[in-house]
């Protein structure tokens, strides 16, 4: 079965970092984009991140270019989204997804991933 795990998210303070991760099981991680997606209440999922399945592609929201890296580890079967220099507008429920020989293009889109994770929790303290 296949599944994606999302963990990492949290509490922080403006400027400070989080480290994401996307554990992937149920299949082989080499044959698969991902991307990180967020959501809050409200409002539409929007694209933040992706990779290609062959990692040599990668891109960004503009909001988060510079600030936000990914990065995937086939050997652990997992994905990684390092946010440096969070701002409160940061603040959503984070999603990674799937998709089979997702190429990452530069204007990401949430229908090419066929696959979904339960979302982890990015909040900002006052």
């Known amino acids: 079965q296949l599944q994606l795990v999302e963990s990492g998210g949290g509490l922080v303070q403006p400027g400070e970092s989080l480290r994401l991760s996307c554990a992937i099981s149920?299949?082989?991680?080499?044959?698969?984009?991902i991307g990180w997606f967020r959501q809050t209440p409200g409002k539409e999922r929007e694209a933040v991140s992706c990779i290609s399945s062959s990692g040599g592609s990668t891109n960004y929201a503009e909001s988060v270019k510079g600030r936000f890296t990914i990065s995937r580890d086939n050997a652990k079967n997992t994905v990684y989204l390092q946010m440096n220099s969070l701002r409160p507008e940061d603040t959503a429920a984070y999603y990674c997804?799937?998709?089979?020989?997702?190429?990452?293009?530069?204007?990401?889109?949430?229908?090419?991933?066929?696959?979904w994770g339960q979302g982890t929790q990015v909040t900002f303290s006052s």
């Open positions: 149920g299949f082989t991680l080499d044959y698969y984009g």
């Open positions: 997804a799937a998709e089979y020989l997702g190429g990452c293009p530069r204007r990401i889109q949430l229908q090419p991933f066929d696959y």
